[in-house]
Structure formats: C-alpha cells, structure tokens
C-alpha cells in the first residue's frame, strides 16, 4: 500500500518529537549544520504533531507506580516517565548526590513535584520548598505529594520573582514543563499569577536549589540574592540563553550575579552522564546570542 507524502512527513515528524534526548539531539544538531536553528525547528514541529492529533492523551485519571515513588501525571506524559520512572537521569543523580538527610532543598519551578519527591523521600529529616504558579500543575503536585505521603514539603502557588507582583504565566499548548513568566510571542493562552521573592519567603538554612523556570533564573535568584549570599546553596539551574534574553535580562547578567557571589561552575552532560568541567569564558560566549538550545549547570561555591 502506497502512503500519501504528507502522512508520511507527518508520521516522520511525529516519530522525531517523541524519539529519545539524544537522537533529537543529533537531528537538532544536522539542522543547524543546515543554516536552520534545530532546536526551534522541533520545537515547532511538536506543536504540530499536537494539532494534528497524532500524539493522543494518556491515561492521567490514575497513578503511575514506579517501585521507590507514585506520581500522577499530565495528559500528554510531559516528562516522559510513565514508562520508566526516569526524567533527566543524569540531573537526577546529580541532585540527589548531594542530598543528606537534613537537606534542605528549594525546588523553583516544581511542576508536578518530580525531584521534590525524590528529595523529599531522602532527605527525611530535612525540608523541601517547592514552588509553582501555574494551578493545574499545582493542583497535580499536591496530589503527588499526599500520594507519597511526603509530610516535609511545603507547596506555594506562586512564582519567584525580584519583586513582589501579579505577572501572566504564558502556557504551551501540551507540555506543561514549558510555561512562561513573559510574552516572547510562542504561546496566547495565559494565566495570571503572584510572585514572591525569595529572601521575603525562606527565612531558614537552604543548601540546594534546583531552578528551571524558562530563562526566568535570574529574576528568581536576584530576588533571594541575600539568602545565596548568606548560605551559598549549590544551585542546579536549567541555561537557556534565548530564555533569558526573552525573559527581558540577559545569560551575561546571570552569570555575572552568579560568579560575583562566588560560585564556580560545571555542567551536567545527559548524553555522558556526568557532570563537566566548563567555565564562564565559555558559557559567555554561549550566551552571546540568543541560542535556543538549553544546558543544565551546577554551580557550587568557591570555598
């Protein structure tokens, strides 16, 4: 039987979106080689795929068990776990290395509380703070966490910010990981959301902090500056320098705030599943221009 050409464009689409991290990687990467930027050019297909209907919804009514940990999850399986329990597997082990049993963690950017229920499983005589503003994927994270029966994490529904405002919370069609503190024209649908600041909210110890709030990193940490400064948290930050430039700052004001408190830098290779040298030279250069393609670091303080 003869496919007509467009189904079969579609259907490579749609098996390109849904492929593993690493061979969207290489195919982003074939792109750019092309003179087209790869990570936008999928990004926008997936959006696509969605329109067309050939990813249909998941089974969310239930939890999923993944032996350690339960979780709910949203209608198109965002994070890609159902399967397996994985997500980020080298961010994973990563923040969960440094995890003690009186860690205290702020998880910026919860989502549906992935890492605050791993963190909050071992850290069990520490604490978990896990934000997030959006009231779907709110509403979820608390389903999670009384699924897990995790007493030791405290859930706000709010944004972080440097100041202390209502601000619209720009939402992706489909994944629900991608929502936006700023208006960069990729999505309409919006809600609108408080914010705090940091050092106005967490008045206690912290040593780790995993932030992934779509290039809006610097605003987070410029709001709880005094709290970085005083405690010096390893900080596991999602890099995304078309983010941060849309966000209406810049990778160089984020890296710079970072490295005048005194933090050195690494990054976490998923693909070699480990955390590499790299250094500010380099991620400066990086983020000259507004690259849409995200790296995911550590920063640790120099002492």
Not at 123 to 139: H, I, L, M, W, Y
């Amino acid at each position: 039987m003869h496919r007509c050409p467009v189904f079969v464009l579609y259907l490579t689409l749609y098996q390109c979106i849904y492929m593993k991290q690493a061979l969207l990687n290489t195919v982003s990467a074939a792109l750019d080689k092309l003179g087209f930027d790869g990570d936008r050019v999928l990004f926008k297909t997936a959006i696509l795929v969605h329109k067309l209907g050939l990813k249909g919804p998941i089974d969310n009514s239930k939890p999923y068990n993944f032996g350690d940990f339960s979780m709910y999850v949203d209608p198109h399986d965002t994070l890609q776990i159902i399967n397996s329990g994985k997500f980020e597997e080298t961010e994973t082990q990563t923040i969960l290395s440094f995890v003690k049993a009186d860690t205290v963690m702020l998880d910026i950017g919860a989502n549906m509380g992935f890492y605050s229920i791993r963190v909050g499983q071992k850290a069990v005589a520490g604490k978990v703070f896990a934000f997030e503003p959006d009231p779907g994927n709110f509403a979820t994270l608390q389903k999670n966490l009384a699924l897990n029966k995790l007493t030791n994490v405290t859930a706000y529904n709010a944004a972080l910010s440097d100041k202390k405002e209502t601000l619209r919370l720009y939402k992706h069609p489909f994944n629900v990981g991608d929502y936006r503190l700023y208006n960069d024209g990729d999505f309409t649908e919006y809600v609108d959301v408080p914010t705090l600041r940091l050092d106005d909210t967490v008045r206690e110890r912290v040593d780790l902090i995993k932030i992934d709030v779509q290039g809006f990193e610097y605003f987070v940490l410029k709001g709880g500056r005094s709290l970085l400064a005083k405690y010096m948290p390893i900080v596991i930050s999602e890099f995304w320098p078309r983010g941060l430039y849309n966000s209406g700052a810049s990778p160089a004001d984020y890296l710079s705030m970072m490295q005048d408190l005194g933090y050195s830098v690494s990054q976490i290779d998923e693909e070699k599943n480990e955390v590499v040298a790299t250094t500010y030279d380099a991620l400066f250069d990086l983020g000259r221009k507004p690259v849409n393609r995200y790296i995911n670091l550590v920063f640790r303080a120099n002492r």
